[in-house]
């Protein structure tokens, strides 16, 4: 009798609850959002529609706001968070087009092989936009798993600067957009139809690799298309916002950041996994209606003004990072490589990188500062600014605007005007517009900022003093083939 009750008890065991393991590695999502303005989202401002899922993310989490960008541009962005190095140093510059033969470096490490070193598994959906021939994709860069688009949802024969062409015409600039899952192309011609369903294909891929690897740590990266134009939104959510088809987009992308966390609490994973909530850059201002918003800030994609650079940032990860709390130190994409790395005890590439650990900013670490003594901001190849603490001093340049005029509508751009910004420095805590040059008033700081970028160009170079720097490495080349 006795040996019945306790083989009872022991098969009564089996069903309770285990205790969570402390020892578990812990998992990461890095959504990623395209063209999305610092004031497109309840946390940072919106008002004209709702982003319920968001406000929870940034209630339960920390928002960042100060987060940067290495440049605001789609490749030279993302080829930044991947590689933790400035965008300039890798040779990846501006958005990588079909025509294109560049794209990653072999021997640059993303943060898929830095998970990989530790057995985690990886996927990326979404837009990858970092070379779209096969040497280039994400599974010959650390990723088990792709499913998405090669390059921007825009670069297609419907682009607004074609669209008034016979399609043969069309076709020799912008051809057929694919979509590609693995190495192949599952879609070869992408139309509307099916640029409606992109959000809802890629939660739905995350919420199904969420679901397969619960068992075993994971790394997943959802760099959407939107809200990208042309702007696309499935039936779920159009004219649901009451703010015209860049609101609806929005909400559907905060439907999609809502399943995703759902599913992580589904599944008992909310407690053992970081998200991170950003934006590849500013918004598109030229298409109006069809764009979001950077204020207070100037400007938007395409200047390095913070307009343009300065995205929003929200962490999660409960019980690990404080709840409802703000972190107003500077820091960048390229620190998110380093961080996970520390997390999970990885190593860093034996090459150089730009990014630092910023675990303590993350967990609200107190007295927690950023570890970067100044930021430097390129546009290509240029230096055209640079940020320590509050203070970020613009070196002369020109830069595109509209200058106070409206935007396009319609998904129909308006043409930029050049203007131009001599040596000018900015207090951003007091000025996060970047309107009133302070720098008669503070020689000392733009000295001391003057001779921060000295060391930054040596480094890194700057093409508008045809400056070779020392640290840059080439991109990845495919040479084209003789018909």
Known sequence: MHVRWTLLALLLSSFVAPAPATDRPPNFVIIYIDDMGYADIGPFGARAYKTPNL????????????????????????????????????????ALGPQSRSGIGQEEITLGEIAKQKGYATACFGKWHLGHLRQFLPLQHGFDEYFGLPYSNDMWPYHPGVRQLPMEERLKKWPHLPLIEGNDIKIPQVGDAEQNQLTTWYTQHAVAFIEKNKGRPFLLYVPHSMVHVPLHVSDKFRDKSGAGLFGDVVMEVDWSVGQIVEALRRTGLDRDTCVVFASDNGPWLSYGDHAGSALPLREGKGTMFDGGCRVPCIMWWPGKIPAGTTCREPAMTIDILPTIAGLIGAKLPDHKIDGLDIWPLMCGRENARSPHEFLSFYWGESLEAVRSGNWKLHFPHKYRTLGGKPGGAGGIPVEYATAQIGLSLFDLAKDPGETTDVAAQHPDVVRHLEASAGQIRQDLGDKALKIRGTGIRACGKVEATKP
């Open 55 to 94: 406000d929870r993310l940034a209630k339960e989490g920390r928002v960042f706001t100060d987060f940067y960008v290495s440049q605001a541009v789609c490749s030279a962005s993302r080829a930044a968070l991947m590689t933790g190095c400035h965008s300039v140093r890798i040779g990846i510059l501006g």
